[in-house]
């Protein structure tokens, strides 16, 4: 499915490999999808909640491992589902709601606009890859779903 609801208006770009700045020089290993606060963010895949909660570079975030061993990170979340860690997920689940979380102390907002980042990672031995969303997704546009929850 594509991490964005259908009903949603959205506005991205390929940004995988962009330069970042935030607490250390690095290179942007996921995908960003700019909209508005409260958007619907989906599960792109099914699997296990295994992290929630604060980060300081991608704020408010979840992060879901499919069965495969891929790890989606879904950041800069406003909200959240009632998701806990270690929960069960479907690819189609309502996870949280699109911000702009993150770049600072815990309930930090505003740094930067609104957007989804998502990270794909793919596990190789102790070794971690990342994968570029943007043509998954452009794959997964004629995957979205109506959203039926509500904040």
Not at 86 to 103: F, Q, R, T, W
Request: hydrophobic fraction near 30%.
């Amino acid at each position: 499915f594509s991490p964005i609801a259908k009903g949603f208006p959205y506005n991205d770009y390929d940004d995988f490999g962009a330069a970042r700045s935030y607490g250390f020089k690095r290179q942007h290993l996921g995908h960003d999808m700019m909209g508005q606060v409260g958007t619907p963010i989906i599960a792109v895949e099914s699997g296990y909640v295994e992290a929630i909660g604060w980060n300081p570079y991608g704020g408010w975030r979840i992060g879901i491992t499919a069965p495969t061993g891929a790890y989606f990170y879904y950041a800069h979340l406003d909200s959240y589902a009632e998701l806990e860690k270690g929960d069960p997920v479907k690819a189609g689940d309502l996870l949280g709601y699109m911000g702009d979380s993150g770049y600072g102390e815990e309930g930090t907002t505003g740094e930067f606009p609104v957007h989804l980042h998502l990270g794909i990672y793919l596990k190789e031995g102790t070794e971690e890859i990342s994968v570029n969303p943007y043509p998954v997704l452009r794959y997964a546009e004629n995957a979205r779903i109506k959203c039926v929850y509500s904040r």
